[in-house]
């Protein structure tokens, strides 16, 4: 495997280097840049470059200043060319980051330079898992990568990729004794030494160490440093040191723990295990191999331990929040991080500056998937979670997977909607809450499962009545009336309603989940209280799967389905059994086609220009009004997009930002278009005046 220097991708770091993160803020962003709201509590690696600490995430790359406390953020939004991140390692030989992904892609961050190496993930020739477990900085000259299929040598100075040794087994993790190198792999521990004059890329010229290093003559092996002088290893939860050629037993894992980690950090090195029962240890040695701390009750899920040069002591998590302490023996402390706490997201709500995030725990196929990550708020520079662990009365109510959110009209007052306790009301000013389900309001249990109140969609008409979606109840469809009262209605269609909107008639149109599903219109008349008044309802079989429904600025109904969208263009009429769906039909390579057929339309909005975006498992597709012109497409490849699958979008009309979200994140793209707002003055002016016959220009 062979790379030259002039076919890397280089990028530039937008506003910041590796050694100077831009501070991360939601402020505002020029026309068509893109703003990242990840989680940084949940690290996974952590490094020290000559100032700062570098924790990694799955998602992004965090950088602190120790001697200022501050806290800078890098992601794909920043400048790095992927999502996912597998793990780090720090270059301090050349002062640069070496990033490994998940697709076994690849960034080296140098200066304000981000320098892509895809070949390992666009290698033709390699068939399988080519996953990059770990990253070895030997010397100023060469790194080496553990991977599933070997170990592959990369040039620090040129980046060039050197040889790639297959194995023919698993690669977990490299140290190097001088020109000796090491290889802890699924069959047990390799070595050779690189000074020789042997071809090292030929694997039968590494030996393994078997009975007469004091090993069994069958093991794996999946963690090997060098600290100190001295190569440390685990085998058969045993720790071991290296000494005269033979492995000596230092320290027993205690039974039902196993090891996350092993690493050295300078003078010293530590052991990370944990159990099932989500309890951690930090274990450190002096280079002598003797135990001198045990950081227990510090962690939950640990994932990685840096000593810095300071002495300070940085432990990663998954279960949130960074940990620390001043020096080996010191009290543990957290460090609580003014971000989101997790990446997932099922629906988006705005409200001037403010934004409302809910985590979901609903499958594609509306089963429940038992999420307690709660919602977040983003109000006045500041993002407050709101889980069982974070606010009492959610754990009271055992209220879990937090499907949707909805901001009053007029009042402060947020309402997520459940898909397992039903609905929940917070007053923002008072944070206090009140919740409802089929014990205390017009909600209902499913059918089939009468212990499960499901709110899968919320609408506000413009009475400021609340209508919501009951998934699976037997009167699915459901109102709140401002001022006091509920209401539930029988539904000619399957009970199945998810998503929901309200046209400018103020009819109610609801998704019905299934295969084939559909659309049920309602028309609620004049008093949704008067059954009198009731309008009537109808079911539109469409005869695919239908997951979303937006209506734009003419008050047009988009559907979207797992074919691309349907446009119901019916108005007031559109109760009435004449009113049918259509696709649009545009040119797709000088051939007639319905719009974005083969797209699964996970999520629409509408920006300030009426222009249709359409969220789908392949990114973004951006219409024209109409639907026929594809403004812009996004995607992984072609934009900062962290993932293709779509679940949200949100748009804010005060500051012409598009809120996103993936199955990888919250992002934003500053879009070129507002909200319109009426308005009325003495005159009205009209440029160009008089408009020619033949003018084709704009006009303002």
């Not at 002088?229 to 005269?244: E, F, G, R, S």
């Not at 003078?267 to 989500?278: A, C, K, N, R």
Request: proline share 3%; hydrophobic share 35%; aromatic share 12%.
């Amino acid at each position: 495997m062979k790379s030259k220097l002039k076919n890397m991708r280089v990028f530039t770091v937008i506003v910041f280097s590796i050694i100077s993160f831009n501070a991360f803020s939601q402020s505002d962003i020029p026309l068509n840049q893109w703003e990242s709201y990840l989680p940084y509590q949940n690290v996974r690696f952590i490094e020290e470059s000559n100032d700062r600490v570098l924790f990694a995430t799955e998602w992004s790359i965090l950088s602190y200043n120790p001697n200022e406390n501050s806290f800078d953020y890098l992601s794909k939004v920043e400048g790095l060319s992927d999502i996912g991140i597998s793990r780090i390692a720090y270059d301090s030989f050349n002062d640069q980051l070496i990033i490994a992904y998940r697709n076994s892609n690849m960034d080296i961050l140098s200066g304000t330079d981000v320098f892509n190496k895809s070949d390992i993930k666009e290698n033709g020739t390699l068939t399988g898992d080519r996953s990059i477990n770990d990253i070895h900085i030997a010397n100023e000259e060469f790194l080496y990568l553990s991977t599933a299929f070997g170990i592959v040598e990369q040039n620090l100075k040129n980046l060039e990729f050197g040889p790639t040794i297959f194995t023919n087994s698993i690669v977990y993790q490299i140290a190097n004794q001088g020109s000796i190198l090491y290889a802890a792999t699924e069959d047990g521990i390799y070595f050779v030494d690189i000074d020789q004059s042997i071809n090292i890329a030929d694997f039968s010229t590494w030996s393994l160490m078997d009975t007469m290093a004091d090993l069994p003559l069958v093991y794996p092996c999946e963690n090997i440093i060098q600290s100190g002088n001295t190569i440390y290893a685990v085998v058969d939860n045993q720790l071991k040191k290296l000494v005269q050629g033979v492995f000596e037993d230092i320290y027993e894992i205690p039974n039902g723990f196993v090891p996350r980690f092993l690493r050295e950090n300078g003078d010293v090195f530590s052991l990370g295990i944990y159990d099932e029962e989500f309890t951690s240890h930090v274990l450190y040695f002096d280079d002598n191999g003797s135990l001198i701390r045990d950081f227990d009750g510090c962690n939950n899920l640990t994932t990685d331990a840096l000593q810095t040069k300071a002495g300070r002591i940085y432990l990663g998590d998954e279960w949130n929040e960074i940990r620390c302490a001043d020096d080996i023996q010191a009290d543990c402390k957290r460090i609580v991080l003014n971000t989101p706490n997790t990446h997932e997201v099922s629906d988006i709500e705005l409200d001037e500056d403010e934004i409302y995030i809910a985590t979901g725990g609903v499958s594609d196929a509306y089963t429940s998937l038992d999420s307690r990550q709660g919602f977040y708020v983003y109000k006045e520079k500041d993002w407050e979670t709101y889980s069982e662990s974070r606010y009492s009365p959610i754990k009271d109510e055992n209220f879990l997977n937090f499907y949707k959110v909805l901001k009053h009209p007029s009042e402060d007052l947020l309402y997520i909607g459940s898909y397992f306790g039903g609905l929940m009301e917070l007053d923002l000013n008072t944070n206090e809450s009140n919740f409802y389900h089929k014990d205390n309001s017009a909600l209902q249990g499913t059918i089939g499962n009468e212990n499960r109140t499901r709110v899968a969609g919320m609408a506000f008409d413009d009475s400021k009545n609340l209508w919501m979606t009951n998934f699976g109840a037997p009167e699915p469809l459901v109102v709140f009336l401002n001022g006091g009262g509920e209401l539930s209605f029988p539904v000619v269609s399957s009970r199945n309603l998810a998503d929901i909107a309200i046209d400018q008639s103020g009819l109610i149109w609801a998704v019905v989940a299934g295969n084939p599903g559909g659309i049920l219109v309602y028309d609620p008349g004049e008093l949704p209280q008067d059954p009198s008044d009731d309008g009537g309802q109808r079911f539109i079989n469409l005869g695919v799967i239908v997951n979303t429904i937006e209506v734009d600025k003419d008050g047009d109904v988009w559907v979207g389905t797992a074919e691309g969208p349907y446009i119901f263009e019916c108005g007031a009429s559109a109760i009435d059994n004449d009113c049918q769906g259509t696709q649009r039909k545009v040119l797709q390579d000088s051939i007639a086609a319905f719009l974005l057929q083969t797209e699964n339309i996970r999520s629409i909005e509408i920006d300030g220009a009426n222009r249709k975006w359409f969220g789908t498992r392949n990114g973004i597709f951006v219409q024209s009004p109409d639907g026929e012109e594809q403004i812009f497409n996004f995607d992984v490849d072609n934009s900062p997009l962290f993932d293709n699958s779509v679940n949200a979008l949100r748009f804010n009309g005060k500051t012409g930002e598009m809120f996103i979200g993936t199955n990888k994140g919250v992002q934003s793209i500053r879009t070129e278009s507002l909200d319109g707002n009426a308005r009325h003055a003495q005159e009205v002016y009209a440029f160009p005046n008089p408009v020619r016959s033949d003018y084709t220009g704009p006009i303002a």
